[in-house]
């Protein structure tokens, strides 16, 4: 199956929906194995030694060999820092500009930079368990795979999801097997672009886009844990709700934590059912938006306001630094690796199209939001620089 979505439409949580269902028959003999390609930027072969080592024991007895010795995710990013830091300040010293195009791997200082052949290896090895232990199984074993499209952009990428579809070609056959993909759009399009083939041929995956919420969803979303507690909510709050915070799940759900905290804090949450004026819901909101762009650096909100200002119409990279230089905001060289944090950020605040290769606001209410309340005086200096 492959769930594709933009970032905060609900991807990660129906994997662990799906996650929370394999496991739930303790009398199976079913097994789950689930990983995040997120926590594993720096080196595809402990993604996975992360999957061999979550097989069960007779899977195979080989997880050291798979493992080796991983260093904590913490101490990449600090020697990582530190030799960025260290190389540039010797550029600096000898009279050259600061390197900051080139990927700088700690690996290759630390010893654990993983040659290709090496790491097809270790796909083969998880692969052959994988079809081995399907026969010992009475029920079925669940893949889950968080943001595949992770490793589009790392050294080895396409070894490993070669090896991933060749594991489905291979068990196409068998029932036991279940594989579950989370992607987004434009990352979905660069590992194809990989193959220059659809890698996620309907032959061996059930495509399942997800969508922001239909109304009917959305107002599940915002009554129903309230019922789970003996509350009931006036339509006309939910609805209003709805219509203020918008229909996708993450910026739906926040607004609903600020609505239930006021709530709770002013003792309402005996009446029934319960009323609240459109005016308080919509600070309320606001406030959740508020708590979100306050979460971005100071660059990272510049470039949030230039894409809300012009949404919506996205906008290249070659646009954004054009404008960014023009206001003398951001340095260019910031401008991609402020990008690359808001696509990658918690808030999923920004999407990429890989049909316009520009960028946009993922949410239009958090864009409303952000012309409306925070672009303040430098609103018609950015207008002018549209």
């Given at each position: 199956?492959?769930i594709?979505?933009?970032?905060g439409?609900g ?32 080196d ?20 050291k ?14 020697f ?12 600096v ?14 690996g290759?200082?630390?010893?654990r ?6 790491l ?25 795979i ?10 080895g ?79 006309a709050l939910?609805?209003q ?7 996708r799940?993450?910026?739906?759900q ?15 949450l ?36 230039l894409?809300?200002?012009s ?6 990279v ?8 023009a ?5 260019l ?7 690359g944090?808001?696509?990658?950020h918690k ?13 946009s ?9 952000i012309?409306?309340?925070e ?12």
């Amino acid at each position: 199956m492959l769930i594709v979505g933009d970032g905060g439409i609900g991807k990660t949580s129906l994997l662990r929906k799906f996650e929370a269902l394999a496991c739930g028959v303790p009398e199976s003999r079913g097994y789950c194995l689930s990983v995040d390609c997120g926590d594993f930027l720096y080196d595809l072969s402990e993604l996975v030694g992360e999957m061999y080592a979550q097989l069960p024991e007779y899977a195979g007895k080989n997880t050291k060999q798979l493992l080796g010795t991983p260093l904590s995710a913490t101490a990449k990013v600090f020697f990582s820092q530190l030799l960025q830091g260290l190389r540039d300040g010797v550029s600096v010293g000898v009279g050259f500009p600061p390197s900051v195009s080139v990927e700088f791997s700690p690996g290759a200082f630390l010893g654990r930079e993983e040659h290709p052949r090496n790491l097809l290896k270790r796909c083969a090895l998880l692969c052959d368990s994988i079809v081995a232990l399907l026969p010992k199984l009475d029920g079925c074993l669940t893949i889950l795979i968080d943001q595949l499209g992770k490793v589009a952009d790392q050294p080895g990428g396409l070894i490993l999801v070669r090896s991933l579809f060749e594991l489905v070609k291979r068990a196409s056959d068998n029932s036991r097997l279940l594989i579950v993909v989370a992607v987004r759009p434009e990352r979905k399009g660069k590992l194809e672009h990989w193959f220059r083939e659809d890698i996620f041929h309907p032959q061996y995956f059930t495509r399942f886009p997800l969508y922001p919420l239909d109304t009917r969803s959305a107002r599940q979303v915002v009554c129903e844990p309230a019922a789970r507690q003996g509350i009931t909510l006036s339509d006309a709050l939910v609805d209003q709700v709805v219509a203020q915070a918008g229909r996708r799940p993450y910026f739906l759900q926040l607004a609903c934590y600020r609505i239930w905290e006021y709530l709770a804090l002013e003792r309402k949450l005996r009446e029934r059912p319960i009323e609240m004026e459109e005016d308080r819901i919509s600070k309320l909101v606001q406030a959740s938006h508020q708590a979100i762009f306050a979460d971005f650096e100071p660059s990272e909100q510049f470039i949030l306001k230039l894409l809300a200002l012009s949404w919506p119409m996205p906008l290249t990279v070659l646009q954004i630094k054009e404008k960014t230089e023009a206001s003398g905001k951001i340095h260019l060289i910031d401008v991609d690796k402020s990008l690359g944090l808001l696509i990658n950020h918690k808030h999923r605040p920004v999407k990429f199209s890989d049909i316009q290769k520009a960028f946009s606001v993922a949410h239009d209410l958090f864009a409303d939001y952000i012309r409306r309340y925070e672009c303040g005086e430098e609103q018609l200096e950015l207008a002018v620089l549209q």
